[in-house]
RNA sequence: GUCCCCUUCGUCUAGUGGUUAGGACACCGGGUUUUCAUCCCGGCAACGGGAGUUCAAUUCUCCCAGGGGAUGCCA
């Protein structure tokens, strides 16, 4: 049988990195065994669901180049494949568990003090220690189901709750974890599964769309591993087979608490923003909690889809390392031609004033051309702009002291910059070999070291103690251009040794 | 509190009874070099603890400890 999958976010936020995690890793076994990969819009919250994540969602995607076989977008024969346009759906499903006494109707005001406050912190914990069990009180259990059935049909305000057995247990074998086993008891007791509002619950849309969309596997993080039983106790009560279950370990930050937005970026598109390559970023999190291939660490998404095994998932939870994916960044950075590159930081350029969001020719060229400058350097597309801010915009000429080498005073600088705007007007700057043997020659004659004589010029041209190598610079600078600076950084110089004097 | 899951270098991991416990990031040295990077070489560093099983346990079993998760008309 074919496998299917699915990945079921419900837009209630902005595309996470632990989801994604958990749509990457559905999407690698679906590709792996040939399979198909199904996203399903879980969009049951009506208060908290929103078309703007939606739309981030369709976004993110569409950066991270994965797709999806059958979805809202590009449909498929198990459509519709949001919930909200499945709404009949699941009363209907409710209401066939209640027929045939596996389920019931309540009518329990909803118990606002027991939501989740927000602002809670360890002390709630503390508080949901009753000593006698935990969760809803099965008060409308013992309900007769006429009279109850009666009520609800009055237009009585009501959910319906799944009927959890009150003793045995109940068992299920986790691909990655094994066999787990609840006793009934332990389960979160009779949860809803259709809201007041007539809108099904996770636990509800999620089984009924698992079947009716045939999926064969479902891999999840490991949070909803306690809600695993009561999902099986739902498909033994419609009479269906469950799919297999594979419960992913959590990613978590650097303290080991779960991922969270404190942790620094957690959304996906805030990994865009500050310069991240979507394939270094799948790349990563593809890493955490799951190996590949012993002795290699750079795999493309193909690479990944080829790879991947269940077999290799880990168990235990991974930390998400932000330095590591620094490193997995620049290697995708210079790997990247230098077209590719400038295509890259070109938005980054535009953002940040350098070149016009669609560039001249002239511009345009002279990004060409300073893409081999920095391919090595960036770690970020965001440290485009710093790096080549002097070939598009006249810094300001540099104070003496910052142009000084160690050890030399601005009159001994000012000496070796005009020794090297003397050579410069006599070299091709392209002529990488050449320069560096003329600058090698007249720093030899000078007493100084190459380095000594290079710092004034560099300083003077680039604006900062820190380019790209300086001949290569100047080369895509032009050399009138850079002539022009290191005239009136000699100038600045010589102002500054007279006044020393 | 209760229930569940997990446990190899600081971090991500390889490893499925016998290995000098391997790799990557980070870190520390050194080299190349025109600053910064890149690149190359070397180093540091781990099987949570205790009982078993076995000729032999990182690997199998149990207990403990530690960590995490769940305990919603959120998913």
């Known amino acids: 049988m074919k496998a299917r999958v699915r990945y079921a976010p419900s837009p209630t936020g902005l595309q996470h990195i632990g989801s994604v995690r958990t749509a990457l890793f559905n999407y690698l076994f679906a590709k792996s065994v040939g399979g198909d990969f199904i996203l399903r819009l879980e969009d049951t919250d009506r208060t908290r669901s929103s078309d703007a994540y939606v ?6 995607f569409r950066w991270l180049g994965f797709y999806w ?29 209640v027929d045939m006494d596996k389920a019931y109707y309540c009518f329990c005001a909803e118990d606002k003090a027991a939501k989740k406050d927000e602002a809670a912190d360890d002390d709630a914990s503390a508080d949901a220690a009753s000593p006698s069990g935990f969760g809803y009180p099965r008060t409308c259990r013992a309900l007769d189901p006429a009279e109850a059935g009666k009520r609800a049909a009055s237009g009585e305000p009501h959910v319906i709750r799944l009927k959890i057995p009150l003793d045995g247990v109940t068992a299920f074998d986790d691909i990655l974890l094994g066999r787990i086993e609840w006793k009934n008891a332990d389960v979160n007791p009779d949860p809803v599964l259709l809201k007041s509002d007539g809108f099904p619950t996770y636990h509800l849309a999620n089984v009924v769309d698992d079947h009716l969309m045939g999926i064969t596997h479902v891999m999840r993080a490991q949070e909803w591993i306690p809600s695993a039983p009561l999902h099986i106790i739902m498909y033994d009560a419609f009479g269906w087979e469950p799919p297999k279950l594979c419960h992913l370990p959590m990613v978590l930050g650097e303290d080991g608490h779960k991922l969270s937005k404190r942790h620094g970026a957690t959304a996906v598109d805030e ?52 330095v590591k994916l620094e490193w997995f960044n620049g290697q995708y950075i210079r790997m990247l031609s230098d077209a590719e ?6 938005p980054f350029m535009a953002e940040a004033g350098l070149v016009a969001a669609e560039p001249t020719e002239a511009q345009a060229a002279a990004l060409l051309a300073a893409a081999p400058l920095v391919k090595e350097r960036l770690k970020y597309l965001t440290d485009a702009p710093d790096a080549l801010r002097f070939l598009f915009a006249e810094p300001a000429t540099p104070p003496a002291a910052e142009m000084l080498p160690k050890k030399l005073d601005a009159a001994d600088a000012a000496r ?4 090297a705007v003397g050579l410069l007007r006599a070299v091709d700057p392209s002529d990488h070999d050449a320069c560096e043997s003329a600058f090698r020659e007249k720093a030899a004659e000078l007493g100084l070291k190459l380095g000594d004589l290079l710092m004034p010029l560099r300083v003077a041209v ?5 380019s790209p190598p300086l001949f290569q610079s100047i080369a895509a600078l032009g050399t009138a251009k850079a002539l022009a600076r290191a005239e009136r950084a000699v100038l600045a110089l010589l102002a500054a040794a007279e006044e020393g004097r």
């Open 55 to 60: 739309k981030n969602l369709y976004d993110t």
């Open 69 to 97: 076989d059958e979805g809202p977008d590009v449909g498929g024969p198990a459509g519709p494949y949001v919930q909200s346009e499945r709404f009949a759906l699941y009363r209907e499903h409710a209401q066939r568990l």
């Open 271 to 322: 990994f865009r923003k500050k310069g991240y390559l979507e394939a270094a970023l799948i790349n990563y999190v593809a890493m955490l909690g799951c190996s590949y291939e012993d002795g290699r660490d750079i795999f493309s998404l193909d690479d990944l889809a080829r790879l991947f095994t269940m077999e290799h998932i880990n168990k235990a939870p991974a930390v998400f390392d932000y």
């Open 341 to 346: 590159l400038v295509s890259r930081i070109t």
């Open 416 to 419: 070796a910059l005009s020794a």
């Open 462 to 466: 680039t604006g900062t103690k820190v």
